[in-house]
């Protein structure tokens, strides 16, 4: 069965500071993975999305990506109050599935 | 928003009750989802539909019905729930390159079964 697995928090920092996500998978065919925001009562939204290992940048958000060692990040710079939500990974099954395997979400608090 | 509407927002239906959740996409998508998003729990694919033919069904029981007339448009039909079926059910729609695409989200309509 194919897993996706995250800390579930919560994970407290301060306004201003670096949050740092951190997500494992075990689908070695994994091809696409996902970081989505949600706030609480609201649904998912799609703040990053990495296909290659390395890094991909956008604006305060940085994705990791390490297929070997099966793990995928997200961290977020400058930590704002606004940041506060559940962030969840997603992991497609690979070329060809439609199957999107999600995590239990890691709760960010972020303190002003 | 995403481009991905649901209706309704909220449902309250009995067990013995027949009810449909609406989902529309406005974003010329080729896939459409339906998730169930219960508390303590991930994200579960229910069905996914790609030009309107359905391509995956993660074991749902019967009592759920989905319905995709074409490609903008996707239901679920409902019947005869049980209380544990309360949850969040998202729509959500994608470009369709064989499931690699980025998901996006609809709001989702916040079911109670009594």
């Known amino acids: 069965q194919k897993e996706v697995e995250q800390n579930s928090g919560p994970l407290s920092v301060p306004e201003g500071a670096i949050a740092s996500l951190n997500c494992t998978y075990s689908?070695?065919?994994?091809?696409?993975f996902f970081w989505y925001r949600q706030y609480s009562g609201k649904s998912p939204e799609l703040i990053m999305s990495i296909y290659s290992n390395g890094d991909k940048e956008d604006g305060r958000f940085t994705a990791q990506l390490n297929k070997a060692s099966q793990y995928v990040s997200l961290l977020i710079r400058d930590s704002q109050p606004s940041d506060s939500a559940t962030y969840l990974c997603a992991v497609n099954g690979g070329a060809g599935s439609y199957q999107l395997t999600f995590g239990k979400g890691t709760k960010l608090s972020v303190i002003p | 928003e995403t481009g991905v509407t649901q209706t309704p927002r909220h449902l309250v239906m009995g067990m013995t009750n027949k009810k449909s959740l609406k989902c529309e996409q406005h974003l010329g998508h080729n896939a459409m989802y339906w998730y169930k998003q219960s508390a303590k729990k991930p994200l579960e694919l229910m069905f996914v539909y790609s030009l309107e033919e359905r391509v995956e069904n993660n074991s749902v029981p019967s009592r759920f019905s989905p319905e995709c007339p074409n490609s903008s448009h996707l239901f679920l039909h409902l019947h005869t729930l049980q209380p544990e079926d309360s949850a969040l059910y998202l729509c959500a729609s994608s470009q369709d390159r064989g499931g690699l695409d980025e998901q996006f989200f609809g709001p989702g309509t916040r079911l109670t079964v009594l």
């Open positions: 689908d070695r065919g994994s091809q696409s």
